[in-house]
Structures are given as structure tokens and as C-alpha cells.
């Protein structure tokens, strides 16, 4: 029998098809393992697994997985890069999605940032800060923020030194359509989720002194897909885990 044009048309129909099943069955298997594991680090670390938040970070990752753990019960979603995270924002429409943007963020791409978006982890600058408090809407709460403190003073990466962050928690505070969160750092990678550690301890020690002198603050955003044990031990209150949930990214 001659194959058929129709007939290799239904095939690779067939093998898309299943392809997208898989990888939407594992979203969903792997978004109730990285569950499993924070229950877990909350519980060895004896506290209130309702207090530690996860965000999925979906840089690099397809709408079809975004809709399959959207469709597991996911509600909040992190992007790094604005051009890719406002087709994806545009795409996908459902309104009761809270998109956190985590990426370097330049001044003059506030006003982008600002409507689509209910938290920024990564302000570095008061220029930025003011930028974004300018162009948040005012039918619109109050955009959470968070400091990107660069603990290890690695030039390639954002992020304000420990010692700045007491002025620039200062200048958010006070700008009124902006709400101070707290702090977010990325350490160093490592192969050893160990060496973390001292890292997000500075972090949770810096919100301290935050508290003492007079802004307190609820958010400690710390802790990747190889670290997050570790980051929930030491304080965490957002983990933001990409590939653990939805896999290697593309480009
Ligand atoms: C990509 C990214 C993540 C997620 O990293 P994974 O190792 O895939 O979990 C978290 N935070 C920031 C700032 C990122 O850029």
C-alpha cells in the first residue's frame, strides 16, 4: 500500500501531538516534585510551608508548558527578558496570572515593565526605582519590589553591594506607588548547592538590619532549581525555579 500524503500528514500530526503530551505531563509531575521538595526543606527547617512561595521561571520555556502548569494550579510566573515575556504576557491573557519580571531591567523599559507586571526582584538604581514608580498605573496596586543585592561583586551580573542597600531601600519606601518587598540575590554558581549558603545568610542578616533600622521587610526571593534546600533553610520566602519544573530552556 503507497503511503499517502494524508497518511504522513496524520503521522507527524501524531508524533507533535504526543510530544506536547509528554512534556505537559512532565510539567505537571515535576512542578509536584519541586512541591515535594520545598514542603520538605520547610519541614527540616521547622517552618510554615505556606510561608515559602514558588515562582516558576519560564525564560526560555514554551506557552504550551507555561499553560500546562498554569492548568496544575500555578499562578506565578518569572521572566528575565521583556520582549520575550510581553508576547508571552499578550499570549496568554488569563488575568489571574502574577508575572514577577527577575531579569537586568534598563531604565527607559519601565514604563513597559510597570503595567504587566506585579513584582520586579532586580531594582539596582534610584533612577530605575523612580522610572517604574512613575509609570505604574494608578487603577493598579502598588508594584512590589525587591533589592538585587550582588553579594560576591560579580561584574557581569546586577545588583547593588550590601552596603547601598540601606539608601536605595530608603528611596523606594518613600515612592508612592512602588511597595518594598525586600531583598534577591543570585550567588555565584556553583556545583555545590553548599556554598550558597553563606550567601543567602547575608541576605536574611542584611533584612535584619533593614528591620532595626526601621523598614521592615517580608520577602527574602533566594534559591534556584540546585539550591533551594539550602535557600529555604536560611530564610527564604520566593524561590524562583525554571528548570527544575519545565526542563532545559531553549536558547
Ligand atoms: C533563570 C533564573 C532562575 C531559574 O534558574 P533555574 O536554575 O532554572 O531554576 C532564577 N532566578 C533568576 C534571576 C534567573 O535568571
Known amino acids: 500500500m503507497a503511503t499517502t500524503p494524508t497518511c504522513i500528514y496524520h503521522k507527524i500530526m501524531h508524533s507533535i501531538t504526543n510530544d506536547l503530551e509528554q512534556s505537559v505531563t512532565k510539567v505537571t509531575e515535576h512542578l509536584a516534585q519541586v512541591q515535594r521538595r520545598l514542603a520538605e526543606a520547610a519541614r527540616a527547617a521547622s517552618r510554615d510551608p505556606e510561608q515559602i512561595?514558588?515562582?516558576?521561571?519560564?525564560?526560555?520555556?514554551?506557552?504550551?508548558?507555561?499553560r500546562s502548569?498554569?492548568?496544575?494550579?500555578?499562578?506565578?510566573?518569572g521572566e528575565n527578558y521583556l520582549q520575550e515575556a510581553i508576547k508571552k504576557i499578550d499570549a496568554i491573557r488569563e488575568t489571574d496570572i502574577e508575572w514577577h519580571f527577575i531579569g537586568r531591567l534598563q531604565s527607559n523599559k519601565a514604563a513597559k515593565v510597570a503595567p504587566r507586571f506585579g513584582w520586579?526582584?532586580?531594582?539596582?538604581?534610584?533612577?530605575l526605582a523612580q522610572q517604574l514608580n512613575d509609570h505604574r498605573p494608578h487603577n493598579a496596586p502598588p508594584l512590589n519590589i525587591c533589592l538585587q543585592v550582588n553579594l560576591a561583586g560579580e561584574s557581569q551580573k546586577g545588583g547593588i553591594e550590601a552596603a547601598a542597600v540601606a539608601e536605595l531601600a530608603a528611596v523606594v519606601a518613600e515612592l508612592p506607588r512602588l511597595k518594598l518587598r525586600g531583598l534577591m540575590t543570585v550567588p555565584p554558581a556553583t556545583a555545590n548547592p553548599e556554598q550558597s549558603r553563606p550567601y543567602f545568610d547575608s541576605l536574611a542578616q542584611l533584612q535584619r538590619e533593614l528591620a532595626d533600622s526601621g523598614l521592615p521587610t517580608d520577602t527574602l526571593s533566594m534559591g534556584m532549581s540546585s539550591d533551594l534546600e539550602v535557600a529555604v533553610a536560611a530564610g527564604a520566602t520566593i524561590v524562583r525555579i525554571g528548570t527544575a519544573i519545565f526542563g532545559q530552556r531553549n536558547g
Open 120 to 127: 520586579v526582584h532586580t531594582v539596582d538604581r534610584a533612577k
Open 53 to 66: 512561595y514558588l515562582l516558576a521561571v519560564s525564560k526560555g520555556q514554551s506557552l504550551a508548558k507555561i
Open 69 to 77: 502548569a498554569y492548568q496544575a494550579g500555578q499562578r506565578s510566573f
